[in-house]
């Protein structure tokens, strides 16, 4: 048995998607989305070139399998930022802000697939776990407003600025603040988004 066959042998049932898919993201991160290609995803899982086929058709799958995984990924840190503040609205959006850009310089390659031409296809398990991360900063904008921090209106609309401004500053200056250290990209995303808020808060 050779070593290719001996290590898909290894993976226990259910595990070998997810090897491939971590792999996925491996060469997503070194080489960028050009570089993936089914026979090079099963090379850094260590398993035979016909083995990513027992899950994916085409490359198209499984580029879609890991825009899927940034999602969830993205999702438990939007969630991390909001359960840091419990009982303060405002500063879970605050700190909802900071965490995706955090997480946005740290996997620059793996944002760009999650809202490239993935989003287009219809697959119904890419549009769920992508909504999943936009209903944690869209509950926060609803309980800001109970909470009488932001006005009345359109909450959907109103959540939708703000990932627009951070995503579009994570794009633009990620790349550039993740140079000056965390305590100035706080200060920088946190400044930017006191703005936002700022017109979005209810009259005093």
Do not use: C
Not at 170 to 198: D, H, I, N, P, W
């Amino acid at each position: 048995m050779d070593n290719a066959a001996e290590s898909l042998t290894s993976y226990h049932h259910g595990d070998l998607r997810h090897a491939l898919v971590e792999a996925g993201v491996t060469l997503l991160q070194a080489e960028g989305i050009g570089a993936i290609t089914l026979r090079k995803v099963a090379g850094r899982a260590k398993v035979s070139h016909a083995a990513p086929y027992r899950h994916f058709a085409d490359k198209q799958a499984l580029l879609i399998a890991i825009a899927e995984q940034g999602f969830q990924k993205l999702t438990v840190t939007m969630q991390a930022a909001v359960n840091q503040y419990t009982d303060n609205p405002r500063q879970q959006l605050l700190a909802i802000g900071e965490h995706y850009m955090q997480f946005g310089i740290a996997h620059p390659a793996h944002l760009t697939l999650m809202f490239g031409e993935m989003l287009q296809q219809e697959d119904d398990v890419l549009h769920e776990v992508a909504r999943a991360s936009f209903d944690v900063l869209l509950n926060a904008v609803t309980r800001a407003q109970q909470a009488g921090i932001l006005k009345a209106g359109d909450s959907r609309q109103m959540a939708t600025s703000m990932w627009s401004m951070v995503h579009g500053l994570t794009v633009l200056k990620g790349s550039r603040l993740a140079e000056q250290g965390g305590g100035e990209l706080k200060e920088y995303v946190e400044g930017m988004l006191e703005q936002l808020l700022e017109g979005l808060a209810t009259s005093s």
